[in-house]
């Protein structure tokens, strides 16, 4: 069906096309118009919202997405930069179901902000980007760029540019495809989900650039980059991006009527900056001894294709912004196309008359050396990212995932929740649990392995909104320490309670921002903020917030945890739930005394019990390789075997005292 | 001039880092070219560290390459395994034999190395081998002694840290750094100092790389 539509409504039907199951965003000149448009239609069985801002949308796409759906944000280049912190964690991490960024770019800058050329972050993440070139071109791109997304699993960037995205155009449109109806995916991953060490984050980076050399050969067999060499070989060879190919034609006319172009001209019309066509760019070098790059903005194709030149060996001449012929300002338009033919023209013509062109052979290897390139270089890494074999004995050490702190009051948190959970007749495999920045990332390791993911700062309130968009049918529950819900997890609490998404937050506060080493945050106490400062409540700043409801507990009173989020669990609307201790280190460290716990060891029967639900590393086994002294010395009779306490370590927090079952832990009152 | 990378591993809450932050002082003291570079990652407590000094040598990098330390002093069994690659064939290798083991090992879930696996496999690198027991670090006045600063000692009583620093520079960087407590730490610098350790001829004389410790 035949129907007018502008850039930004192509892309949001290209998005019903192919069964877009979540779409947020935030408005922002030239992008409004896209969601916009789905807010006027009748959409059953999708969640479209313009969200607080671009990261907390860019967010529940991601969860969504995650969740297996196709999801879609949109925004403008300025607010790339806004979602940028989560963007790029989730490239790392991939992706499930389709996940597409609609950015609208605004050379010229019709309406405002930093003139920024968004292919520039495309390349710094090692994203595909796709550029349509016309409104008909954002229809079929958009549809392509969910199934490259689920192709290779990385969110892919759409990107247009104003005079696309504002241009009204006459489009094919197919019947929208509702979402297929699915469960929704819970994948419990954290090599994949979080980024807590160094051998998540490498193996995410290396999985990160092979899903780009992926989506280059999908791409390339999609024949999305579209090479049209001239019969006769030299000339001039054009490479061509986005809005930029809509002149083209029309420039190539003018200047070849005005007697400035002859000869033989071959087009690379490239949909992607990001992943380079490398193998059409080499055939066009091969073919042309001339090379013009027409594209707006910043040289990002064009100092691709030098670099390939380089390597090729190739002699002839760029033209583009590198040599001053074009601006890296303001849109292009006939005007710039034509002065690019015309500067790349007389060069062509001068070469065609000094000497017949003699032709490079294609050398199919070497476009393709990077790849040994990269496997060699991994050899150059540390020990650290190699596998078993080649880390030698170091993979006799034992595994020693980080927990929190003996004391921690987090650990009173987790065991809540997970209670929480346990009473009500779930698992924690079926419960999803979104976990955030800092400290309380923590409980995704044994003995709590109760945290699904980790995105960025104030992520978890966003990706829990995204799961439960994707329809997910258990209760969803978002954690988030207290400097981190200062720093970004209040725009995400403020979308939930403003969409009605129901979900549980936790915050974890403790009061100060621990796992960088105790700074002072909004939420420390008075007496430690620095002079002239003075502390934000953020059990006031919740309140304020209006959500149906907030509730105050000690994480040392784990049951206090557990009523509370399981009160919360299935009621509808938006229930907070702040566990409110200072930081152990912190609070001894300040003369703030503990208790200490002790063992009687005729009462210990080892069940460890406290060992395995807390895994406080102020416990050990006595005389089984304990702590202090080094191994069994020989003749120990087994009865004598019982837990021991660190009491330089313990705080006296008690949780190991409430899970003892034959009363052999005791907390000492605090002297 | 003599350099000296050294690579010191443990858990957070040993006091590895201040390990290295002693000696960083003491080069600088002795007005000696020093890099101290230290990792502790995420960890408050119990997590992986290591600290990465270099002596004596100006302009280079932070980092120590794989079989480039002179020095490798490890304050956990397990740990001591990840600095191996890093030994300089011929170097020396401190193994402070303490157990930290993870809640894993302890629930029975995942291994914990023998300090035989340990010691063979330090030997295998070429590097010279002391095991430093913690049940034999001494004890004053019914307390044991620090055991972050034995090990300084131990340190100092290598050859090669010998020819960087007198012992007395290290007391003095002791001092300032604990004035109040500075007694208890330098009868614990002194005990390691005296510890017998480990050279070329004697590797082997004992089975398991493991020497007595010497008491001063």
Known sequence: ?671 | MTTCDLLLIGVGGQGVLTIGDLLLRAAFAADLPASFCPTKGMAQRGGFVKVELRIGADGVGPRIGEGGADIVAAMERSEALKGIPFAKPDGNFLLYDQVWQPTGVQLGVDAYPSLKDVSDAIEASGAHLTVLRPSERPAIGGTEVSANVFLLGALLALPVMSTLFAAKDVERVIEARWPKHAEANLEAFRAGLSVRLASGESLGSSPDGELPLGRG
């Open chain 1, 1 to 671: 069906m035949k129907r007018i539509a502008t850039g930004n409504e192509a892309v949001a039907l290209g998005a019903l096309r192919a069964g877009v199951k979540v779409v947020t965003g935030y408005p922002g000149t030239p992008s409004t118009g896209c969601l916009e448009h789905l807010l006027t239609l009748d959409l059953p069985d999708r969640h479209v919202e313009w969200s607080t801002n671009e990261k907390v949308a860019f967010e529940i796409a991601a969860g969504a997405a995650w969740a297996g759906r196709r999801a879609m944000c949109t925004m403008k280049m300025s607010g790339v930069n806004v979602a940028y912190d989560a963007l790029i964690s989730v490239a790392y991490s991939g992706t499930n179901g389709g996940l597409i960024l609609y950015v609208a770019d605004d050379p010229g800058v019709s309406a405002g902000m930093p003139e920024q050329d968004t292919r520039g972050l495309a390349l710094m993440s090692d994203l595909p980007m796709l550029e349509p070139s016309s409104p008909a071109d954002a229809y079929d791109l958009a549809q392509q760029a969910f199934e490259l997304s689920e192709a290779v699993g990385s969110p892919v960037l759409l990107r247009l540019t104003t005079a696309i995205s504002l241009s009204h155009a006459v489009i094919d449109v197919e019947e929208p495809v509702p979402p297929e109806a699915r469960d929704v995916l819970l994948e419990k991953n954290i090599t994949k989900y979080t980024k807590a060490g160094s051998k998540i984050c490498l193996d995410q980076h290396r999985a990160l650039i092979e899903r780009l050399d992926k989506a280059a050969e999908w791409i390339r067999q999609r024949g999305l980059n579209r090479l049209d060499l001239s019969d006769e070989p030299g000339g001039l060879g054009i490479v061509c991006s986005g809005a930029v190919n809509a002149y083209l034609a029309e420039g190539l006319r003018a200047t070849r009527s005005e007697g400035l172009l002859h000869g033989p001209v071959s087009i690379l019309r490239a949909t992607t900056a990001v992943p380079f066509p490398e193998v059409e760019a080499r055939r066009l070098l091969d073919h042309c001894d001339t090379v013009l790059v027409l594209e707006e903005l910043e040289p990002i194709a064009e100092r691709q294709l030098a670099a390939l030149a380089q390597r090729a060996g190739w002699s002839g001449r760029i033209v583009g912004k590198l040599d001053g012929t074009l601006p890296r300002l303001g849109e292009y338009g006939l005007s710039a196309v034509r002065k690019g033919v015309e500067v790349a023209a007389s060069f062509a013509n001068a070469a065609r008359q000094e000497s017949p062109r003699a032709i490079l052979a294609l050398d199919e290897q070497e476009t393709s050396v990077a790849v040994p390139l990269r496997e060699r270089s991994e050899t150059l890494l540390g020990s650290v990212n190699r596998n078993d074999e080649e880390r030698g004995a170091e993979h006799l050490s034992a595994p020693r995932p980080i927990t929190v702190c003996a004391g921690c009051p987090h650990r009173g948190t987790y065991l809540g929740i997970e209670a929480a959970i346990r009473e009500a007749g779930l698992s924690k495999d079926e419960v999803m649990v979104t976990g955030d920045i800092g400290c309380t990332i923590l409980g995704m390791n044994p003995p709590f392995d109760l945290l699904w993911n980790e995105v960025s700062m104030g992520s978890s309130l966003g990706l829990a909104q995204g799961y439960v968009h994707a329809g997910i049918e258990t209760p969803v529950i978002a954690t988030i320490g207290d400097s981190t819900f200062f720093h970004g997890g209040i725009p995400g609490l403020i979308n939930a309670i403003q969409h009605n998404t129901p979900l549980t937050l936790v915050i974890l506060d403790n009061g100060w921002t621990s796992m960088t080493g105790m700074q002072a945050n909004p939420g420390t106490d008075e007496a430690s903020q620095a002079e002239g400062s003075r502390r934000v409540d953020p059990v006031r700043v919740v309140e304020g917030l209006g959500p149906d409801s907030v509730a105050v507990v000690d994480p040392y009173d784990v049951g206090s945890v557990t009523e509370a989020v399981g009160a919360a669990l299935f009621a509808p609307g938006v229930h907070v739930v702040i566990a409110q201790r200072e930081c152990a280190i912190q609070a001894r460290r300040r003369g703030i005394a503990g208790g200490v716990v002790t063992v009687d060891p005729e009462k210990c029967i080892l069940c460890m019990k406290c060992l395995r639900v807390t895994g406080c590393p102020a416990l050990s086994i006595r005389q089984v390789g304990s702590k202090g002294g080094g191994e069994s010395p020989d003749g120990d009779s087994p009865d004598r075997q019982h837990i021991e306490i660190d009491a330089s370590l313990c705080s006296g927090c008690g949780i190991c005292v409430s899970v003892c079952p034959t009363s052999a832990l005791r907390n000492e009152v605090a002297t």
